[in-house]
């Protein structure tokens, strides 16, 4: 491919080009709206119905299409692979059983790969849709239910790549996972159930006991404790902050770096200060079984670094800062 120096009104074309692609593509999404209606319940319900899983497949552009639908369908609930149409053909028709749902992708409907397995497909006993731009082609004829994907015209300026048809197509397959989602009642935590290594799965599935530091590595002092005693033990501690706990364990206040802070710029003695003039009483504090982001909102809505973690019995059960959340990934 030779090099090309554009100049602006080549650059000023190109512009007006990719408006008009979106356009296009725009419109042929739109129009899929009005035409979802009893085939598309039929598509939900037989998928529904059945025991087995969805068989998600197409050749060239359209392949790329169904293998993306395949993933969606599996993240939200719905068991789903894509087989490529050809290797079906060679072997891979031995994943399909008579459970199973076939949803073959194709423009033309007239796909030689996937004609040759429709029969096959068939003679298993498991269920086709076909998603076409064909309602009267040989595979939309063929399939147990047809989900039209026809569009006008390809946002292409030849009329031939395909461009506005796989975006339909794109488009009308995310409404078959979304719907099917939300038929089963599947919520953001079967999700992130899905998803552990994304963010949400992190942000759904970690408890403020998965990221807490236990009781024996908050540093604890009695009300009574002299400031001196208590600085030497937030030092040891690392936390910035202190658990100040009565006798049988229960939190009675909190002393934090912010805490020392003010209390120098009231001019208290720190050698001579007692502990119970200085702390903060009745702190905020959280359950272990709580989401950690609850633990991440209050502490940002409160602004505070640090938070005690409080039992069910009133006792403490460890403690957290923002840093705990942060190498936990959960900020």
């Keep these: 491919?030779?090099?090309?120096?554009?100049?602006?009104?080549?650059?000023?074309?190109?512009?007006?080009?990719?408006?008009?692609?979106?356009?296009?593509?725009?419109?042929?999404?739109?129009?899929?709206?009005?035409?979802?209606?009893?085939?598309?319940?039929?598509?939900?319900?037989?998928?529904?119905?059945?025991?087995?899983?969805?068989?998600?497949?197409?050749?060239?552009?359209?392949?790329?299409?169904?293998?993306?639908?395949?993933?969606?369908?599996?993240?939200?609930?719905?068991?789903?692979?894509?087989?490529?149409?050809?290797?079906?053909?060679?072997?891979?028709?031995?994943?399909?059983?008579?459970?199973?749902?076939?949803?073959?992708?194709?423009?033309?409907?007239?796909?030689?790969?996937?004609?040759?397995?429709?029969?096959?497909?068939?003679?298993?006993?498991?269920?086709?849709?076909?998603?076409?731009?064909?309602?009267?082609?040989?595979?939309?004829?063929?399939?147990?239910?047809?989900?039209?994907?026809?569009?006008?015209?390809?946002?292409?300026?030849?009329?031939?790549?395909?461009?506005?048809?796989?975006?339909?197509?794109?488009?009308?397959?995310?409404?078959?996972?979304?719907?099917?989602?939300?038929?089963?009642?599947?919520g953001a935590e079967d999700f992130a159930r899905s998803h552990p290594g994304g963010s949400l799965g992190r942000r759904l599935l970690t408890h403020v006991r998965d990221v807490m530091r236990p009781p024996e590595r908050v540093p604890q002092l009695s009300e009574h404790a002299a400031l001196t005693e208590t600085l030497l033990a937030m030092t040891q501690g690392g936390m910035g902050m202190a658990a100040i706990i009565a006798a049988d364990g229960t939190p009675l206040g909190i002393f934090t770096d912010g805490d020392l802070r003010r209390a120098l710029e009231r001019g208290i003695d720190v050698r001579q200060a007692g502990l119970n003039e200085v702390i903060t009483r009745n702190p905020r504090s959280i359950s272990p079984d709580a989401l950690a982001v609850e633990a991440a909102e209050m502490m940002e809505r409160l602004r505070i670094s640090q938070l005690l973690v409080v039992n069910s019995a009133g006792k403490l059960a460890g403690a957290l800062t923002t840093h705990d959340l942060m190498q936990a990934r959960v900020i």
């Design 1 to 186: 491919m030779n090099p090309i120096a554009p100049d602006a009104a080549a650059l000023a074309r190109a512009t007006s080009l990719g408006r008009r692609v979106i356009e296009i593509e725009a419109a042929a999404v739109a129009a899929l709206a009005d035409r979802l209606g009893p085939d598309f319940e039929r598509a939900i319900a037989l998928i529904l119905q059945r025991k087995g899983r969805v068989i998600v497949s197409g050749i060239g552009k359209s392949g790329h299409i169904a293998r993306k639908l395949a993933a969606t369908l599996a993240s939200t609930g719905t068991p789903a692979y894509f087989v490529h149409a050809a290797e079906a053909a060679h072997g891979d028709l031995g994943m399909i059983t008579a459970e199973d749902v076939v949803i073959a992708l194709s423009n033309s409907g007239a796909s030689e790969e996937l004609l040759m397995i429709v029969p096959q497909v068939k003679r298993r006993g498991a269920t086709l849709i076909a998603m076409t731009g064909r309602p009267d082609s040989p595979l939309a004829r063929e399939a147990d239910v047809h989900l039209d994907a026809a569009v006008a015209e390809e946002a292409c300026p030849l009329n031939l790549a395909p461009t506005a048809s796989t975006t339909a197509a794109l488009a009308l397959g995310d409404a078959l996972a979304v719907a099917l989602l939300d038929a089963r009642g599947f």
